[in-house]
Structure formats: C-alpha cells, structure tokens
C-alpha cells in the first residue's frame, strides 16, 4: 500500500479534492477519444431520431432505379429493390442501435452481477452459478434464441429481451474469474479487514478493475448483435421484412454480385456497424479511465 | 410446398431423363479407350493441372438432397439428377422446344394396345448391369411390382397405375397386370386410359433396379441396405463410386453403356450454396451449375471462361389467394392486376423472364379467357368495388428461399398499397412457411414459384382436389369440383384434339376462380465452362443430363 | 485440487443431461417439421394428399410420439452408445459425426493457433503503446472486422485469393479426381482456417489489451518496475502473468465462439465439418442429428470450462478452487 501511495501522490491528492463522480467525469472528459466516441454515438442516435427529416421514404421502391450507384438524388445508391441506400441506413439504425445497445446493455449487467457473485461468494453459489453458465454455453445461442423468440412471437422487443437474457454467461465467467483473482488481492483484504461492506467493495474496487475487459466484451457483444438480429430476421423471427436493419441490409453481400459489382449496398452499414462499435469501445475505455483512478495514461 | 408449388410438380416427376436413348446404336466408342472401373482411390491423378483437365468433370445442382440411391425414395432434385447418371428409365422423353415427345431408352420400342390399356415394351437387348450381370425383362417385372412395398416410396408413383401392383405382397411376387413374355419383352396392363401414363414412365421413380441384388433385401428397410447407402448398380451411363455427405457424390464412367461409352472418365456432383457455386464457377473449381440465382446473371456474363445459358425455366410465380379471407373475387382480381410484372421483370430479374398468360404450366388458355395484365387503375377501382376491408392488412406470406423474391416482394408491397391495400410482407425460411400454409387463418396470400413449359398440367390436378381436406391449407383453396373433374375426364381421353378442348374448358374454370395467378416466369440461369462441350441445356433445365455419355471436356 | 476435479467431473453428467433436456424441448418447440423440412414441394404435396402414408412415415420416424417419450428413447440410445440414425441420409449418426469431428478439430485447432500468435503478441504491443498509432490501427481494424459478417469476410477472401489472384482453392478439402497429398490438404485449410482465425483473434486481441493495460498499471509492476527489473521482464513475467486470468476465461469462451464461427466458415468454404452437419441438422429439422451434434459441442465445451477453472488456480496460485465448501 505504501509503494502505491509513493507512486503516484499527486494523483491521490487530486481525487480527493472532489466528489468521486465528479472527478470521474473529468477524468472521462480527458479522454479525448472517448468524447469523440460519445459525440459519435449522439450523432448516430439522433440520425436514428429524426430518420424522417434527414431522409426520403425507406420503403419506397423505384423500379427504375435499381442498384444505382450513388448520386446526387441517392446520397448512397439504392438497393435491389429500388430503394433509397441512406434512407434505409438512417431508419436501420432504429433497430440495430435498440437490438445491438439495449441487448448488450441487458446482458452485461446481469453477466456482471451474476458473475461478481459467485466470484465473491464461492462456494455453492458459484458452483451453482457456473453450472447454469457451463448449460448455457453449451447450447447453441442460436437455437436457444430461435425457440424463444418462437415462442413470445417475432418482435423488436423480443429480440431484445431474448438476445439480452440469454447472452450472459460470457460476461458472467469474465467477471467471475476476475473476481476470483482479485478477492485475494491485498487491497480487497484490507478493504474488508477495515469492514467495507461487500457490496461497497464491489462498486468501488472491483468494479473499476473489470471495466476494460466488460469494455471490450460490450464492444464486440454490440457488432455480433446487430448482426445476430440480420440472422433472425432473415429465419422470419427479427423485424418484419421490409423494416430496414444494418445485419439484413450487410446481408445481401452474401451475393457475389452485391459483394463485387454493387459494394454501396454494404459498405454502408458495414461502416455504420463499425462506427457504433467503435465509439462503444472508445466510450468503454474512457469509463475504465474515469472509474479507476489508478489508471494512468502514459503517452 | 404450396408455394414453390404447381408444376414445379413435375419438375422431379417428369424431370431427369436419365441417359437419353434417342440413338441407341450410337455404342461405336471403343471402350478401351476408358479404364475399366475402380475405386475412389485409384482415380488417377490428371495430367493437366489447373484448368486444363479433360478427364474429370466437377458439377452442381443447386437444392436439397436425400442420400438414399434406390430410386423408390426419390424425394429431392439433386437426388434425381444422381440416378439420372447412373440408372435408366424405360423409355425417356426429348423436349425440343415446344413440345416433348416419347424416345427410346431400355425399351428400343412399345406398343399400346388399341383400348389404351396394355403398353408391351421391347428392350434393347445385350444391356448389363454395373457388376456384369445381364438386365432382363425380370428386372421390369421386379422394379413395378415391388413398388408399392418398399418404404419411403415416392407416391408419385408411375407403376401404381399397373394392375394388381397394389395387391402384391410377396416381395418377390409378380403383379397381375405385369407379363414377361421373353427376356426382351413385357407388357404392364394399366386398370384404365391414362392420358398421363406415358409422362409417368419418365418420372425419376420409374427407374428399374436389379432384381438379383434387391431380391433377398427386405422392401421395409430400404433405406438401410447396402444398395441403398453405398453400392448402387445401375444400368447408366455412369457407376457410383462414393458419396461424401455434404460434399459430392463420385461416379465413373460405364465403359459398356449402351449408348455408347461416356467421353469423361470421372463425374462429381458437389453440393454447394449458390453463392458458393458463383464463385467456384469463376474460379474454374466447377464445370457446371444448374439452377443459379438468375440475379446473378450480369456478374457471370463478365467472366470469359463462362458460358452463361439463360433458357425459359423453373421460376413461375404469382399469388396463391386464400379463398377463406379473399372471398370477393373482385378482391382477388384488384391482387392479380395490380402488380407490375413487367417492370420486376426488367428490374430485378435483368429482364430474362416473361408475363405468363396460361393459368397452368402446360395447360392451353381458353379462347374467351380473361388476362390479368397490370393495370392499377382498373385494379383501384376493383378493390373499391370489392367488399375487401382496406383497413385490414393483406398479410402476403413467402418463402425466403426463392431467388430474387426478396427483392421483388417490396415492391409488390409498393404496387398493392398504391392501389388502396395496406399490406403485411410475412418472409419465412421454407420449413417455417410451410408450417404456416396449415395455419389457414393467419394470410391471405401466400407467393407461389412453380415449374415451367413442358409439364403436364396433371402435375397441378391435386391443387383442385376438391374433397380433399387434408392437410388444413386444401381448405384455403376454391373447392370447385368441376376443375377436378375437369382433370379426370382429360386423363382418360386419349384422344390429343378432344384433351386440348378439355383442357381449355377446365383453364377457364380456374381463371375464373381468380385462385391460383401467375403472374411472371423468370428464366433459368446456367452456366458452363467454355471447355466443355455437347451440353445442351433444355428450355426445361431438368433434362440437362440427357445424353451425358457425349459430353467432352477440350484442355 | 484432486477432489475439485473430480467433483467437477462427476458434476458435469447432471449438466450435460440438463443441456441435452432443454435442446431436446428447444428442438421439438422450433417451428418446421423434420418429415417435410427437406422434402421437394412435389413429394410434399402428394405425400399430404394422403395423410394415412404421412401417418406411416411418422410413424416409421418416430415422429407420432409425444416429446417425452421421443426423449426418453434417445436418451436411452445415446446411453448405450446408440445416437439413433439422422432422418436425411438414415445413417448412423455416431458415424457421421465421427466423420465430422478430424476435419473440424483440424480447423479449429489452426484457428486457434492463428488466433492466439495474432492476438496475443499484438495485444501486449498495443498495450504497451497504448493511444499510439499502431495501437489505434489495430482498434480500428479489429473492430471493422468484427462489424462484418463472418460470411462476407469469407466470401471476400474467396473472391481475392481464389479468383483473382488464383493461388487457393475456393472450397472443399480436397481437390477432386486428384490423389489426396498434405499439401492439397493445407492449401484448401488455409483460408478457412485465416478467416476464422483472424475472427477470433480481434476480440482476444483486445481482451489481451485491456488487461495487458490493467496489469501494467497494477501496483506491483510499478514495483517492479522501481527495482530496476527489465522492462521485457516486467512485462513477460509480472504484467503478462498477472492479466492471464481474463486471457484464459477469453480463451475458454472462445471455443463456444469457434464452433459458431465455424458453423458459417464451414459453410461458406464447403469444409465438410461438424458446423457444416449443424447446419444441416437445423435446416431438416433433423433431431436425432442435431440432438448428437449438441451433445459434442456440449461435452467439448464442458471440458474446456473445466480446464479453464484448473488454468486459472494454475495461472494465479491465490486462488483455492472449491475453498469454501
């Protein structure tokens, strides 16, 4: 403990000056990229928004004007059936952004939870936590989610909740083997010598130390939704077919002549999965920064 | 099943002429010149690298397949255009354009007898099986009177019509209407005029099979016996060496075939997707594609190597009305006339396809029939007339599968609705859309993709079946007996001119229903390396096979 | 530790029955019938028109039983070894999975192998550079990798090496009409085995960044650092050892991930294994099929869960598995 106060004094000193959310929110706000991904995602989610304004009709199909290259009437080309590439972009992000952020979001949280208790607890709840997990994963995701969402009826929401409520256990073992390695760490000992309160311990020492690797996994749980969401759509059970989603417009490159000759019909959403992914990863960095007060940037 | 329904019936039922027979004596090909038979091991390795292989061809099929090789569990295409090469049918059927006409294949002849009853086959003598033994007229016997024992048999079944085949229970026993007269002849007695029977015989169910391997087998484990799984012999063109699940089937050229010795020593048959397909075709890891996406057809027309033939094919579609919901007819004319055929056409299919006029696939349009050509404006006007509730959705169901039909159900979507309907687009992957045709009050309209020019319109006849309940989706349709009779009386005129009149009375009576639509045929698209020759694919794909034993690959 | 693994083991019979109960629920509950997912519309259409035959093919199947007793039956099959026959080809299905399982492990295994010298070592680069260039070069392109279907990626690759610079072979695993070699072998692995690799190694990459970074920071490198150690043993012996733990539980994650991945790679490559059987046995609806397939995934993912926790007290000696009870 002495050669950390050593390390970095300064640093102690300045938390301390502030309340810790505040200082947080400096903290984050430093990180240049993770306001650059925030600025991003605020851009992506109020083009979501107000797809109406900045945007033609989605549905509307132009027989004339199929696979059209882009131009000043299509910003983005139009698709195989005629209709307007931007259009579709901007409306699709409705449904990707809900599917890809609220599923991941649902997920992590109870991966996090599930996963720092049984790393805290041990013993039987583990074992019995792990055990649910081990069942899980065992079982292809993608028939699992099918049979649900089968079963509540195809919707925005049931994707969703299915994706959300079945997608867990990856998140949970992460949390759970960090935990299990931090809960002997020195630090956590003496926390809960001094008499800490478990879940005090948690908020304020393990949680900041799982934040990056949550980080990533939210990052990627993001793109392969939104992708997931495409593979539903397309068995009948996502969206109702001609409702735009970056997974079903990226789907169409699965032609070689989409692919090739006609890349404006995926390279669109691909950039715009990327995008939200990518200021995901870069809000999840400045998040790991802004909670843990250890991190430092060297640069 | 409905929906990729109607006469794409007969695309396996009259499809594969299995080694066409339209000149038998052509035999003049010493077969020295191909290595006797052997085993998937010993395929020597080719001299040419690359592109240049002249002795092995590499084919596909795009579709589903059964892996059993006894032609009585003939369920799925790509199963058929594997017995096309390796069995024969009694006789087969040539398509040269406009019509199709009987040929010879086992039976270098036939006779009917004047009350259309007794069909007396002469076979082509000298033919051996794959292992040597000689074919006989035994083995005809054998193959019809077993049919109906053996499990997993395919319904349509030609030989169910022959007399007394029902009867026979005795594996090995040999039905009533079933007479071997010598060892190159055998008369099949049918128990009435059939009209149909003779496009029946061509069907891939109607191969014959040996009687002295299948003899000691038992019918009720067909799938199971060796024939079946690994060693089928046949009479073709072509033995089977092995199949590799998912990956291909193997065959070698028969260096006794009877109609002359194949040029191309080794015949796989891959499974791939389509896309995959496209790609392998580019690349020049695939000789041969059948059955490609038409949308695909401007990217393949770039590439030098390719051959592209785009031949007026299996891909008729339209709605399918379900006369439950729809139950003004001038709610399903407002459907029928207002979408725009032409323009989809054009749009999404690069224009290689056509309107259909006909109601049936092979089925004559009456004089005084009504076309439903697109027209929106009469078609607004007969939605308003109708007692169609506009604030309902139109829930339209697809299958996913059918190429194209993603791209085109929007702008269906857009034509209805611009005509006053408020449609619900329902795309299903095909197990679930067929699990949703029983559920007969949850659509109106389901899109129906069927066969082509040169099917018997009797392949359509159980769309009419007007008693039948079963399953639930029979429900959805118009129940008119009059078409179904209709179907019966045409089977049993032999008479060609007084059928055609039939035929015509009968097309009417279903265009009429305003039931079954179709609205547009798109072509075929296949293609081919440039170095392969003597194919010739028919304006009906299915027969592309014919004839393989010519087919040459130039290095 | 011995009692720990054995209990795990023992454990994992009961888990494995509880997978194969809620595939078999899941498979019956999925919409599509496996007597007719396969069939072409024309046998289809006159099977129904005759529904005592349909019955009759039911019942040859087994397919007219209620999902109890369907379960019970299999699962007395699959106790004695018996996995029953899949409804499309009627061969056992012990025996097609067998055929399965070389042609995958071979893949898999590759993939893995790409995926770790990939990830690993250009994670801890990125952490130790961490907001250089390289560093978000690498984000940038791990993460635009990860925004596109598996399915494009191999598509493209096909298109590129197969096509047009026509230097591999688009599919198979084996060029036919030619003696199998090695080589042969290698050259039609490579492209599957790369793109599924590569697929894999973005994630690793960044779990190996994140929690290179955790541990760099982490109080006893800066003791190490303080003592004059070298920074390559810093790095190699304090930090890389410390942020093992979420490389591990990555790592073990990643075989469930590998088998999804594999199941589209497979496909798109015609790599006849066990993704591809998966494929199949869900497009048929084939359930004996599938219910085999889930119970390998499932075995292979148990056991890899089992020596990630066995890993992770090897990896950390702080940690007491199985302490607390």
């Known amino acids: ?299 | ?555 | 530790m011995a009692t720990y693994i054995l209990r795990r083991i023992l454990i994992a019979f009961p888990v494995l029955l509880g997978i194969t109960i809620a595939s078999f629920v899941a498979l019956s509950l999925a919409p599509g019938d496996p007597l007719t997912a396969r069939m072409d519309p024309t046998v289809l259409a006159q099977l129904q028109r005759n529904p005592q035959l349909l019955q009759e093919r039911r019942h040859e199947l087994g397919l007219d039983q209620p999902v109890p007793v369907r379960y019970v039956i299999w699962l007395s099959g699959a106790l004695q070894g018996d996995l029953g026959y899949s409804i499309q080809s009627h061969r056992p299905i012990a025996e097609e999975i067998a055929k399965r399982i070389p042609p995958t492990l071979a893949l898999m295994s590759v993939a893995i192998l790409i995926a770790v010298l990939v990830g690993i070592p250009l994670g801890i680069l990125a952490a130790l550079r961490p907001y250089s260039k390289a560093d978000y070069g690498m984000t940038t392109v791990t993460l635009a990798l990860s925004s596109v279907p598996t399915f494009v990626l191999g598509l493209a690759a096909i298109y590129i090496f197969a096509v047009w610079l026509d230097v591999l072979p688009s599919g198979g695993m084996q060029t036919l009409g030619r003696p199998n070699s090695i080589l042969d072998f290698a050259s039609h692995l490579f492209l599957p085995a790369m793109v599924l690799g590569l697929a894999s190694a973005a994630p690793l990459l960044r779990y190996t960044r994140a929690s290179m970074l955790e541990a760099l920071n982490g109080e006893y490198v800066v003791a190490a650092r303080a003592k004059g150690l070298t920074p390559n043993t810093v790095v190699v012996r304090h930090a890389f050892r410390n942020s093992l733990i979420p490389i591990i539980t990555v790592l073990g994650l990643l075989l469930p991930e590998l088998v999804a991945g594999a199941v589209i790679t497979e496909q798109i490559f015609a790599w006849p294994g066990m993704g591809q059987l998966a494929v199949r046995a869900a497009s048929d609806r084939d359930p004996a099929l599938m219910m085999g397939v889930v119970l390998i995934i499932g075995t292979a993912v148990l056991i890899t869960n089992i020596l990630v926790d066995i890993t992770y007290a090897r990896a950390d000696p702080r940690i007491h598995l199985g302490a607390a009870s």
């Not at chain 1, 997920?107 to 599930?114: A, N, S």
């Not at chain 1, 995701?141 to 009826?153: C, H, M, N, S």
């Not at chain 2, 019918?219 to 990956?247: H, L, M, N, R, W």
């Not at chain 2, 795309?427 to 859309?433: P, V």
């Open chain 2, 1 to 555: 099943m409905r929906t990729r329904g109607l006469a794409m019936l007969t695309v396996a039922a009259l499809a594969f002429s299995a080694c066409q027979a339209a000149t038998p004596s052509a035999s003049s090909v010493p077969p020295a010149s191909v290595a006797p038979g052997g085993s998937a091991a010993s395929v020597a390795p080719s001299t040419a690298t690359g592109g240049g292989v002249t002795d092995t061809l590499q084919m596909h099929w795009l579709g589903d397949l059964t892996a059993i090789w006894h032609p009585a569990s003939q369920e799925t295409f790509s199963q058929a255009v594997n017995f096309q090469l390796m069995f024969d049918k009694l006789i087969e059927r040539k398509w040269d354009g406009a019509t199709w006409t009987p040929v010879a294949d086992l039976a270098d002849t036939w006779d009917i007898s004047p009350d259309g009853l007794t069909w007396t086959f002469h076979l082509h003598p000298g033919i051996k099986w794959h292992d040597g033994e000689a074919f006989t007229a035994n083995d005809v016997a054998f193959t019809v009177s077993r049919a109906l024992l053996n499990t997993r048999k395919n319904t349509q079944n030609a030989w169910a019509a022959v007399v007394g085949v029902d009867k026979v229970t005795d594996p090995n026993g040999i039905a009533s209407g079933v007479k071997v007269i010598d060892d190159n002849t055998i008369s099949l007695t049918i128990g009435a005029p059939n009209a149909d029977f003779v496009s029946d015989l061509t069907d891939p169910s109607a191969f014959i099979v040996p009687q002295h391997i299948l003899k000691d087998t038992d019918p009720k484990a067909v799938e199971t016996i060796e024939f079946s799984t690994t060693k089928p012999i046949g009479t073709g063109p072509y033995k089977f060496i092995k199949y590799e699940t998912d990956q291909y089937s193997q065959f070698e050229a028969n260096p006794d075939y009877f109609q002359g010795a194949p040029k191309i020593k080794n015949v796989f048959v891959k499974r791939l997707l389509g896309d995959q397909a496209i790609a392998q075709l580019e690349s020049g890891d695939l000789d041969l594609s059948i059955r490609l996406n038409p949308a695909e057809k401007g990217r393949l027309e770039k590439v030098p190597t390719l051959d592209v033939l785009s031949t007026s094919g299996v891909g008729t579609y339209g709605p399918y009305m379900n006369m439950l919901t729809l139950t003004d007819v001038k709610t399903r004319k407002a459907i029928a006339m207002g979408v725009d055929a032409q323009g989809i056409i054009d749009s999404i299919y690069n224009g290689a396809g056509h309107i259909n006029r006909g109601v049936l696939p092979g089925m004559p349009a009456a004089d005084d029939q009504e076309f439903f050509d697109y027209d929106p404006a009469k078609a607004k006007q007969l939605l308003d007339e109708s007692s169609w509730d506009k604030s309902k959705p139109l829930r339209i169901v697809f299958d996913k599968s059918f190429a194209g039909v993603e791209q085109w159900t929007p702008i269906m979507q857009q034509n209805l609705q611009d005509i006053g309907f408020k449609v619900e687009l329902i795309g299903l992957e095909t197990t679930a859309a067929i699990e949703m045709y029983d559920k007969i009050d949850q659509f109106d309209v389901t899109i129906a993709q069927g066969g082509a020019q040169g099917v018997s319109p009797f392949a359509s006849q159980i769309y009419f079946s007007c008693k039948q309940t079963e399953p639930a989706h029979f429900k959805t349709y118009s129940r008119n007996c009059a078409i179904d009779d209709g179907f019966v009386a045409a089977r049993k005129e032999i008479d060609e001119t007084k059928r055609t009149e039939i035929f015509k009375s009968v097309s009417k009576l279903i265009n009429d229903e305003v039931e079954k639509v179709s609205w547009w045929t798109t072509n075929a698209l296949s293609a081919k390396t440039k170095r392969l020759q003597g194919v010739t694919i028919p304006p009906d794909t299915r027969e592309f096979i014919t004839g393989v034993q010519n087919w040459t690959l130039t290095p």
């Open chain 1, 1 to 299: 403990m002495a050669l950390r106060a050593d390390a970095q004094p300064i640093q102690v000193v300045a938390v301390e000056r502030h309340s810790p959310g505040r200082a947080a929110l400096r903290r984050f706000v430093r990180h240049r990229l993770a306001v650059v991904g925030m600025v991003l995602l605020t851009i992506i989610v109020l083009l979501a928004v107000f797809a109406d304004v900045v945007s033609s009709r989605p549905f509307f199909t132009d027989v004339k004007a199929v696979s059209q290259p882009p131009s000043a009437e299509h910003l983005l080309g139009t698709d195989r059936s005629g209709r307007d590439v931007w259009a579709r972009v901007v409306h699709g992000a409705r449904t990707s952004l809900v599917v890809g952020l609220g599923a991941v979001a649902i997920y992590v949280v109870i991966g996090t939870v599930l996963g720092g208790i049984a790393g805290v607890r041990g013993g039987r709840t583990d074992f019995a936590i792990m055990r649910a997990v081990d069942t899980l994963m065992s079982i292809p995701t993608l028939l699992l989610v099918i049979v649900f969402v089968a079963a509540i009826g195809p919707s925005l929401f049931s994707v969703v909740a299915v994706i959300g409520l079945l997608g867990w256990p990856g998140a949970c073992r992460l949390v759970r083997g960090q935990m299990l390695s931090l809960r002997e760490s020195e630090y956590i000992m003496a926390a809960r010598v001094v008499g800490v309160s478990m879940p005090g311990i948690l908020f304020r020492h393990l949680l900041p130390n799982i934040m990056s690797s949550l980080a990533v996994l939210a990052t990627f749980g993001v793109a392969s939704a939104i992708i997931l969401e495409a593979g539903l759509s397309f068995l009948g059970l996502g969206v109702k077919v001609p409702v735009p989603s970056w997974g079903e417009m990226i789907n169409a490159a699965q032609s070689p002549t989409v692919l090739i000759d006609t890349p404006w019909l995926w390279i669109a959403p691909g950039i715009a999965i990327a995008l939200t992914v990518l200021s995901v990863n870069f809000i999840g960095d400045g998040l790991r920064d802004a909670l843990d007060p250890r991190a430092v940037r060297r640069r």
